[in-house]
């Protein structure tokens, strides 16, 4: 087991809170939406930025710049939010299936990042760039747990005033549409808060791994209401849950903490899975359903 | 003095995403305050595309389209606020994650605006539509646990709580049997007495109706993308087009 100083402790469990409440919430829109492959290719995209803002800032050191400023986060977000807006006009100029320019891009997003991180100095990759990919206890800044606490803050003032607009949307984007609703900004919204999620959630969880805390933790809740208030208030539950979990098993076992997160988020999910009422009541329903397409 | 029509479709066509060809082409209709419009026609006929380039979901590509007096194009989103449409299909999962009450409210979104949440007198109206329709005592429920006829009801619920002056319903009976489609019919005359509305009702057949034809003022027949008759009752069922339409249905 690994020990470390109270402040330390309390920087992590406060990232864990933070970066699991937002991420859980943010999951219930990307769930319900079935915008999963965009959260999977945005956070590759994520990994790429925050490769790429690694290079530019070595070279900065090394021609003795220092601007001062988070390069890696902000190159993160911007290949995140960039990615999620684009994805739509592509896939209209070029007349392809969203799935396969998500597919293209998820690559390019990926092998990009790879060939940045190939340029940094040895040294930097075996701290920065591991940080970015898998993430990191030490990886956690003061910077991003007030980004994050900010993000925390907007997304529920969000849902406090725009509720009845998402929850439309969730329904149905057409019928929401229908009735006078901008769902072409809501949704906007909802990739904008997306991309600062898995921005500022990178350093704890990882690149590669920040995703999963995106839609565990919201699919999790989906297995027991039909109550959108409580699936909100649960997947929160659940993400904070799952995060604090994750890091004290990371510091027991002395395993990555990403992973460590990661891992636990699939347990309560698999077992959300196995007792979920809902599902045995869908697997019913459709066993009538097919009973009766069989008799007749 | 002639009264503006309340929606105004001039040499439309319209086209949905992606489709290479219009699927209603050369649409002329005008339809003035308080009317209740019945459109038939057969599969694919563009029944629905013509709702749906009414309130400005399905782009009009030629022509001009113009309700309460204003240009779809410049002002859809003011415009849709006091349409309200209910769909054909809406693919209600048994697991769907939403109640009744919240699927109702969802009707007043978007006229209530941004940044309101709903007030007491929103949720009393939301009672008032479910009670109308039969289905108060499914407030709290599940929307997936309902039957086909009563989700239907709960949809035409979410309807009438936009109180809008335009009262679009696609297939509103599919689902239904008699009694209940007696009922829908009932609940919309008193919903166009109360509030002067204007009410297009899509269906693929009169027999839906029939029972009740007295009360549909004008009857618009639609074929391959065009209105082919378009008149009372009373002319519509003399005439060719119709019992043409009849005969190939049966």
Redesign the interface.
């Known amino acids: 087991m690994i020990f470390f100083s109270l402040d330390l402790m309390l920087k992590l469990i406060f990232a864990g809170i933070l970066a699991g409440f937002a991420s859980s919430t943010m999951g219930v829109f990307v769930v319900?939406l079935k915008m999963t492959s965009i959260g999977y290719c945005m956070a590759h995209a994520a990994f790429a930025g925050a490769a790429l803002g690694m290079l530019i800032d070595n070279y900065l050191i090394l021609a003795s710049i220092n601007l001062n400023i988070n390069l890696p986060l902000i190159m993160a977000f911007l290949f995140t939010f960039l990615t999620s807006i684009l994805l739509g006009p592509l896939s209209e100029k070029t007349k392809l299936d969203v799935n396969v320019i998500l597919g293209f891009l998820f690559a390019l997003m990926l092998a990009l990042g790879f060939i940045f991180l190939s340029f940094l100095p040895s040294g930097v990759i075996s701290s920065q760039a591991v940080s970015v990919l898998w993430g990191s206890i030490f990886g956690v800044m003061i910077e991003d747990l007030i980004a994050l606490a900010v993000i925390s803050a907007l997304i529920i003032v969000f849902l406090?005033?725009?509720?009845?607009?998402f929850?439309?949307i969730m329904?149905?984007k057409?019928?929401?549409?229908?009735?006078?609703?901008?769902v072409s900004l809501f949704t906007f919204i909802i990739l904008l808060f997306n991309g600062l999620v898995i921005t500022f959630s990178i350093n704890i969880i990882g690149a590669l791994l920040v995703y999963a805390l995106i839609v565990n933790p919201a699919s999790t809740s989906?297995q027991f209401?039909?109550?959108?208030k409580k699936?909100f208030i649960f997947a929160a539950i659940i993400g904070i849950a799952d995060s604090v979990a994750g890091i004290f098993m990371s510091l027991f076992f002395d395993l990555p903490v990403g992973s460590s997160i990661i891992i636990v988020s699939c347990i309560v999910f698999i077992s959300a899975v196995i007792i979920s009422p809902?599902?045995r009541?869908?697997m019913k329903?459709?066993k009538g359903i097919d009973e009766w397409n069989n008799t007749n | 003095m002639s009264i503006s029509p309340i929606i105004f479709l001039k040499n439309v066509d319209s086209i949905y995403e992606g489709e290479s060809r219009p699927t209603i082409k050369d649409i002329n209709l005008k339809i003035r305050r308080g009317e209740f419009v019945y459109i038939i026609g057969p599969n694919a006929s563009g029944k629905t595309t013509l709702l749906e380039t009414i309130?400005g979901?399905v782009r009009a590509i030629r022509g001009q389209i113009r309700v309460f007096g204003l240009d779809l194009k410049k002002n859809s989103?003011?415009i849709?606020?006091n349409?309200?449409?209910m769909?054909q299909t809406?693919d209600i999962?048994?697991?769907?994650?939403?109640?009744v009450k919240?699927?109702v409210?969802?009707?007043r979104?978007?006229?209530?605006g941004?940044?309101i949440?709903?007030r007491k007198q929103d949720w009393e109206l939301v009672k008032d539509c479910l009670e109308i329709v039969g289905m108060l005592r499914h407030y709290k429920k599940?929307i997936?646990k309902l039957s086909g006829g009563e989700q239907q009801k709960v949809f035409l619920a979410r309807a009438l709580a936009?109180d809008a002056d335009i009262l679009m319903l696609d297939e509103p009976f599919s689902n239904l049997d008699t009694d209940s489609r007696s009922m829908v019919l009932d609940i919309l005359r008193n919903y166009k007495q109360r509030k002067n509305a204007t009410i297009l009702v899509v269906s693929h057949f009169l027999s839906d109706v029939s029972f009740q034809i007295d009360f549909i003022d004008r009857i618009v027949i639609m074929q391959e993308g065009r209105i082919i008759m378009d008149g009372s009752p009373d002319e519509v069922l003399q005439s060719e087009e119709y019992i043409c339409l009849k005969t190939n249905r049966s």
């Open positions: 319900r406090i005033f725009f509720y009845k607009e929850l439309s329904f149905n057409k019928m929401a549409l229908a009735s006078g609703i901008n989906f209401f039909y109550d959108m699936i809902k599902r009541w869908k329903k459709q | 309130n979901l989103q003011k849709r606020k349409i309200a449409y769909l809406w999962e048994p697991d769907e994650p939403f109640l919240d699927i409210m969802m009707g979104s978007g006229k209530l941004t940044f949440n709903p599940p997936g936009q």
